[in-house]
C-alpha cells in the first residue's frame, strides 16, 4: 500500500510542477519535494526536465536527478 500511495504522490507532485499556470515559486517547491523520494522520483523528474518550458525549472530537475544518481545527501533547502 505504502507504494501505491507513493507513486500517488509523485505523479501529484509531478503534475503541479508541469501546470504552467501555476506560480513559478510554486512549481519550483514541487520539484524540491520530490527529492523526498529519492530514487523513486527519477522517472517525474525526467519528465518534469523534458515536459517544462522554464529554463530554472528544466535545471533544477536536472541538477536533482544528477545528485540522486550521485547519491548524494539532498536538503530541501538548496
Known amino acids: 500500500i505504502m507504494e501505491q ?12 510542477a508541469i501546470d504552467s499556470s501555476r506560480v513559478l515559486a510554486e512549481r519550483q517547491r514541487a520539484i524540491d519535494a520530490l527529492t523526498l523520494f529519492r530514487e ?13 518550458d522554464v529554463n530554472v525549472l528544466k535545471e ?16 530541501m533547502n538548496l
Open 5 to 16: 500511495q507513493e507513486k500517488i504522490a509523485i505523479d501529484v507532485i509531478k503534475n503541479i
Open 40 to 52: 523513486a522520483a527519477l522517472p517525474a523528474l525526467k519528465d518534469i526536465e523534458k515536459k517544462v
Open 60 to 75: 533544477r530537475a536536472r541538477l536533482y536527478i544528477q545528485r540522486i544518481k550521485e547519491g548524494a545527501v539532498l536538503s
